[in-house]
């Protein structure tokens, strides 16, 4: 199964404007942003990312763009969608279900694991704080929700009759998904949007914003199947057709 030319078209313009994260031009993006009254618009676009339709998203991040002045555009369109995006990446993770998550990791972590590190994503707790991420922030990387709940329902209704030696289907079909949307640098943008979480609550929750970046800052591994954060968001969705 292999994507269709119109899909591969979106992931590699998604990668593109993904792909330029400017932390001094965020800043006065953000002023701008508040000056001329787009912080609507902003917040609209973090709810079309968040809901994982790449293509709506792009479209949206293109006509915010282009209200632009153009004295605005110093580094040309690409890197006007590129700071619209992140913007809208950035109003998402400043939602406050994300200040609850990682209140939470400050709890389960304790002063005594501060320093868990990567490790800490192998107990129960870690794996749940994980999966629960990883699939709130894959959409954002540009994932494409509709398209993967699609493959793992195909996926599922193909599996072989339950009683065979073949292990949890649920873990087989986020194996299975995790290798077919390895696509373009979706695992790389999720590592990059893991930095900006930390990086976004690490004043208020030390504990669990270095978590998240020990998880953001591990190299992306050449197997899919073994990125973490990729593959817990793969098993949380497949769950959802067993």
């Excluded at 593109?16 to 009254?37: I, P, S």
């Excluded at 293109?62 to 369109?77: F, H, K, M, Q, R």
């Excluded at 389960?108 to 107990?123: I, K």
Aim: proline letters at 6%; one cysteine or more; a negative charge.
């Amino acid at each position: 199964m292999t994507d269709t030319p119109e899909a591969a078209d979106v992931r590699a313009r998604f990668d593109l404007v993904a792909g330029r994260l400017d932390a001094e031009r965020m800043q006065g993006f953000a002023t701008w942003v508040a000056e001329v009254g787009l912080a609507a618009r902003i917040e609209e676009l973090a709810d079309v990312l968040a809901a994982g339709a790449p293509a709506a998203s792009l479209q949206l991040i293109a006509l915010i763009a282009a209200e632009a002045p153009t004295e605005s555009l110093t580094g040309g369109p690409l890197q006007m969608e590129s700071l619209v995006y992140w913007a809208g990446v950035s109003a998402r993770l400043r939602r406050p279900e994300f200040g609850r998550a990682l209140a939470e990791m400050d709890r389960l972590l304790g002063e005594d694991e501060a320093e868990a590190g990567l490790e800490w994503d192998a107990t129960d707790e870690g794996s749940l704080c994980l999966e629960s991420l990883g699939t709130a922030l894959a959409p954002l990387a540009g994932l494409d929700v509709a398209a993967t709940l699609d493959y793992a329902n195909v996926y599922v209704a193909n599996f072989p009759p339950f009683g065979l030696p073949l292990g949890d289907v649920d873990q087989r079909a986020a194996r299975w998904l995790a290798q077919l949307l390895d696509t373009g640098d979706v695992r790389t943008t999720l590592r990059k949007i893991l930095a900006e979480l930390a990086d976004t609550w690490e004043d208020i929750h030390p504990r669990g914003a270095a978590q998240v970046r020990n998880w953001a800052g591990a190299p992306v591994p050449s197997d899919p199947t073994r990125d973490a954060p990729w593959l817990r968001a793969m098993l949380t969705l497949a769950r959802t057709q067993v």
